[in-house]
Each structure stands twice: as C-alpha cells, then as structure tokens.
C-alpha cells in the first residue's frame, strides 16, 4: 500500500512539473531599505494591464525579506518598493535571489524626492544554484543580444534595409539557446524576431499575419507575444483593413452600443474570421477608443459589459471586465475617484466617501518638497475663504511619517492633513506620479479635474464656475 501511495505521490510531482505548476520563491536583499514594503505584482492580462498583487512583505532591519508564490504558467512578474518596478519573468518551481543597491538619504529634499519619482531600482538577480537554466536568466540573455545587435546594425541606419542583417542576426539567436527546454522562452525568441521584422519593416503584414498568427495558438498570457500582437493589431480596424468602415463602427458603438454587431462587422475582415482572434481584436480595438473622441465611453461601457458575458472565450470575458474597471478607474472627467481611509497624526480616521455628497479639493504635498511647503500659507487662506462651500483634504507622501510630524499635528490648520502610511498603490490609483498635486472631485465622487490648478494659480477663479458663483 505504501509503494502504491509513493508511486501516486511521484506522478503526481510529474504531473505538476510538466504542465508547471509550482512555487516561485525570490528572496531578496535591499540594505538601507528596512521596515519597507515590498510587493511581488503581476498583470491579470496584458490587454488591460491590470496590476494584482500576489504576495507582500516587510524588509527587515537588515534588509532581507521573502516572497513566496505559487504560478500555474510562466508569467511576467514584477517587484514593487515604493513607486519603483522591476520586471521577472519566472517559471514555476524557480527560485531567485535578488539584490537591491544600498538605500541612502543623505539629503531628505533633493533623496527623498529622487526615490519618490523613481520607477525602478538597479537590481542584480540570481537564480538557484541547482538550476542550470532559469527562464530571467535566459531572457535577460537575449535582451542584451537584441540591444547589442539594435545598437551596432540598427541605430543611425533607421532607414536602411535590414533584412540580411536580422536574418544573420536570428542565426546567431539559434546558435546561442540550443536548449528548447524552455517552450515560454522558446516562443519570447519567435515573437521577439517577429517584433524586430514589424518594426525594422523587414516583412509586410500579411507575411508576418500568416506566419505567426494565423493558425496558431494565441498566447494572451505571454509579453513578447502581445508585444508583436499589439503592434499589428492596435491601429488594423481604425486603418489597417480594407473591410471595416470607420463610420460603421461609431455607430455600433455610440448609436446601439452592440458587441455582436461590432463582431459581424470585424467578420468581413479576411483576416478576422477566426473568432477568438477577432474577440482579442476588438478588446484591444474597444480599449483603445476611450482614447479618441470619435466614441463616447459610456457606451463603450455598455459594450464592454456585452463582452464580458457573450465572449466565448473566459479569459477574453476577464479581459473585458479588466478594461471596464481599467477605465472606470480613469482620471477622465466623469470617472469615479477611487476610495481611500487614512489617519491622521492623532489616529482620526478619514474615509473619502464621508465626502460624497460634496465638492472636494484633494491634494497631494511632500514635507521635502519647497513647492508644497511654500504653499502651506496660501492653502490656509484658500481653505478658509472657501469653508462650507467645498472640502478641502491633503494627503503627505513622505516615506518618514515622523518627518512630517509638526505638519500633522498642527490643530491651526483649516483642513484635514492626513498621512498616507506608505501604500504606494494608493498613489498609483490616483494617478499621482510627482507632488505637489491637486484635484477636484465633484459629488458623488465623480472627478471632475485631474489634475486641477494649485490654490495660486487661479484654482479660486476656476472653481467660481463649478460651484456657480
């Protein structure tokens, strides 16, 4: 009986390693950056781009910490520490080791604001001893071939015909991974130098559409994939095709607001009778006409919302319900603001929603910031002249809360000033990439300006018109 359950137990483990399914562990290093947290993030599709959150932990006071998750595929995963990313691709069952450079503020002014601003961090990452190949090892590999090759046959030379020397070049890509183990990395190769022939023009659409999209799987999940995918689909209902018209689709969007009739319409496109290509189409094509003002979004919306239910594949529904959230989330006029509940210094709590019903003027100030301390005057009067007829509510982004203690505590000032305890992600989902930061939320906390002007910038003449004085 007990050789039975071993043997149940081994195919199992089989089971798990071929179809890759397994724990990534990253252990990580980052000096100077202690009581710090660190996010492990991934994408929930790369159509939307949604962010979701795998797993979180605290860096310890010498600066190591540990994160743990468990991935079903190969996946695109990131790192983020304060407002920084910094990208992994891991198969399951990896493990890696990553070093971050020393953290050091010497000045807090001109520091602090660099580390605020920063979108990455140099990182050093290692993977297991007892891999011989890891999947970032093997991608970082052919990012610096492409780099290299892009730098030495590429630059100056724009213009120039570069298909000998692509063609060398993915020569040289075949000679250096002889492996094949590897069916992720495999494919980030095959739509890598498929992206490289779209942008270098090496090869015409229809070529590269009937070599590497037609009658192939489509690959959602995979970066490089969507890369190339987006690259000859984002523009191809909007210009690229012969068959769809552009005034038939701002009807079937703004007049009936009709998934099915938007998928007849892409049907007549040659290339598009493959339904589940044509679905991913037009979820890109929907995606992208928030951005033009042919197309109203409310309606887009409503579209959307026949997507997510009539798709025929799942993963292009979740698609669907991530582009809705994606720009219900939005900083456009009329989007819903997202919510927050800080504290500040004495521990009151401020929920965002105990404003619904009002004008607010939201701001967002740093106490290593001369911009934001140098308008702590006008703020006050503005707040005052302004008292019962909006609310005005600031939020401090320094990474000490104890630098920023006289600030918090200070009972003189006319409005709330909270602290916003380290979530990163809070600022992310207010669009907040620089300080100082100011915008206005009408009632039913519907943005209204994002950003808005500063107190002294004419932000009193402005809102003269929106609360109709």
């Not at 979820?283 to 798709?311: G, H, Q, T, W």
């Amino acid at each position: 009986m007990l050789k039975q359950h071993n043997i149940l137990l081994l195919l199992v483990l089989m089971y798990l390693h071929a179809y890759g399914s397994g724990e990534v562990t990253i252990s990580g290093y980052f000096p100077g950056a202690g009581g710090e947290i660190v996010h492990l993030m991934t994408y929930e599709d790369l159509v939307s781009r949604q962010e979701l959150r795998l797993s979180s932990a605290k860096i310890d006071v010498d600066g190591n910490f540990e994160l743990t998750a468990t991935l079903n595929e190969s996946r695109l995963l990131f790192l983020r520490v304060f407002n920084g990313k910094n990208y992994l691709h891991t198969a399951p069952g990896e493990s890696y080791l990553v070093e971050y450079e020393k953290l050091v503020i010497n000045n807090p002014e001109l520091d602090e604001g660099r580390l605020f601003r920063q979108r990455s961090f140099n990182i050093t990452t290692y993977g297991n001893n007892n891999q011989e190949y890891n999947l970032h090892g093997l991608i970082m590999q052919m990012d610096d071939m492409v780099a290299t090759y892009l730098e030495e046959q590429v630059a100056g030379r724009v213009r120039a015909n570069h298909r000998a020397s692509l063609e060398q070049f993915a020569r040289q890509v075949d000679d250096a991974f002889v492996d094949g183990s590897q069916t992720f990395f495999d494919d980030y190769v095959t739509y890598y130098l498929a992206y490289l022939k779209r942008s270098l023009n090496v090869r015409g659409f229809h070529a590269l559409f009937h070599h590497y999209v037609n009658d192939r799987p489509i690959l959602t999940n995979h970066p490089l994939y969507m890369d190339f995918f987006r690259s000859m689909f984002d523009n191809y209902i909007f210009t690229g095709s012969r068959s769809i018209r552009m005034n038939e689709l701002e009807a079937a969007v703004n007049k009936y607001a009709d998934f099915d009739l938007l998928m007849v319409l892409l049907s007549e496109d040659e290339l598009l009778k493959n339904e589940d290509l044509r679905e991913l189409v037009l979820l890109i094509s929907l995606d992208r006409m928030f951005s033009m003002p042919d197309f109203f979004n409310s309606r887009l919306r409503e579209v959307l919302e026949e997507a997510a239910k009539k798709c025929k594949n799942t993963e292009h529904r979740k698609i669907a319900e991530n582009i809705i959230r994606k720009h219900s989330r939005g900083f456009h006029e009329g989007a819903i603001v997202s919510h927050f509940q800080l504290n500040d210094y004495a521990g009151n709590v401020y929920d965002l929603q105990d404003f619904h019903d009002s004008f607010v003027y939201l701001f967002f100030w740093a106490g290593w910031c001369p911009l934001s301390m140098g308008s702590i005057q006008v703020m006050q009067e503005f707040a005052e002249e302004l008292n019962g007829k909006l609310e005005v509510v600031g939020v401090l982004v320094d990474r000490d809360r104890e630098n920023v203690k006289h600030l918090l505590v200070d009972e003189g000032l006319p409005f709330p000033l909270l602290y916003f305890d380290g979530d990163y992600e809070l600022l992310g989902n207010f669009g907040i990439a620089t300080v100082p930061f100011y915008m206005l939320i009408g009632p039913g906390g519907r943005i209204i300006a994002h950003p808005f002007l500063p107190p002294h910038w004419g932000a009193r003449e402005a809102l003269h018109d929106f609360l109709g004085e």
